[in-house]
């Protein structure tokens, strides 16, 4: 893949003395050690999630899978000295239940693995197959669907624990947001835990819209791109 250009911008956060370098770019043009930190940062984030469960080649399978023909970046990355700190992976709707596909041996070994790692968390697997169940047999219609099929997926958003409640995260969609606007984008959209109110409350302060459809657990998020 062709090197794409990164925007950057030195944002001084409010409330701490924080120096952020923000970051707009794609996954396959970063260092090998910036791709190591992007998939620590995601595990560690959702250890208690499927994400969690992912190997290596799983999640760059999912990230190379999702990138969107409608924008040539996929990835906000926010670094404090050279380190990174929190991020957004955005591009297209992508099941994660492609995980379990194989095209080699070695997908079928990490398939296998992950089967074990499922069995092995009882928790996750219900969320899995709640939000499987939820997804594929709701009658809601999918109010981020328009006729241009341009929309941008957020699959990630996160950032270290130490620098959480810093309006880091805040920081980071305003980025992606500029991006998206520059690259002609009309909307973002999202899936996210309709009963964490931390979480809800985090779209909402930033001026996205959520559903409040039947469905209380997986709920839709979208922000309108100015």
Same mark, same amino acid.
């Given at each position: ?10 944002? $001084? ?16 043009? &970063?260092?090998?050690?910036?791709? @190591? ?8 984030? *959702? ?17 190379? !899978?999702?990138?969107?023909? +409608?924008?040539?970046? !996929?990835?906000?990355? /926010? =670094?404090?000295? !050279?380190?990174?700190?929190? $991020?957004?992976? *955005? ?7 492609? /995980? *379990?596909? /194989?095209?080699? *041996? ?21 969320? #899995? ?8 047999? +709701? #009658? ?14 957020? $699959?990630? &958003? ?16 305003? =980025? ?8 002609? %984008?009309?909307? &973002? ?10 979480? =809800? ?14 469905? @209380? ?8 791109? %100015?």
């Amino acid at each position: 893949m062709n090197v794409k250009t990164t925007y950057n911008s030195m944002n $001084l956060l409010k409330n701490t003395r924080l120096e952020i370098d923000l970051q707009i770019t794609d996954y396959f043009s &970063i260092s090998e050690n910036d791709k @190591k930190s992007v998939k620590e940062i995601l595990k560690r984030n *959702f250890k208690n999630n499927f994400t969690g469960l992912l190997s290596s080649r799983q999640l760059e399978n999912l990230m190379l !899978n999702s990138q969107s023909d +409608s924008v040539s970046c !996929n990835l906000v990355l /926010a =670094k404090n000295n !050279n380190a990174i700190i929190g $991020l957004a992976f *955005f591009g297209k709707e992508y099941s994660f239940f492609k /995980a *379990f596909s /194989a095209k080699s *041996f070695m997908d079928s070994l990490n398939t296998l693995l992950l089967l074990i790692k499922l069995m092995g968390s009882p928790n996750i697997l219900i969320r #899995t197959v709640k939000n499987a169940f939820s997804r594929y047999t +709701s #009658t809601e219609p999918n109010e981020h669907q328009n006729d241009t099929h341009a929309d941008i997926y957020l $699959l990630y &958003i996160c950032t270290d624990k130490e620098v959480q409640n810093k309006k880091l995260g805040h920081n980071i969609l305003l =980025k992606l947001e500029e991006y998206l606007s520059q690259e002609n %984008q009309k909307s &973002i959209y999202c899936h996210f835990d309709g009963e964490n109110p931390k979480v =809800k409350s985090f779209y909402l302060s930033n001026g996205w819209q959520t559903n409040n459809g039947l469905r @209380k657990k997986r709920q839709i998020a979208i922000k309108e791109i %100015q």
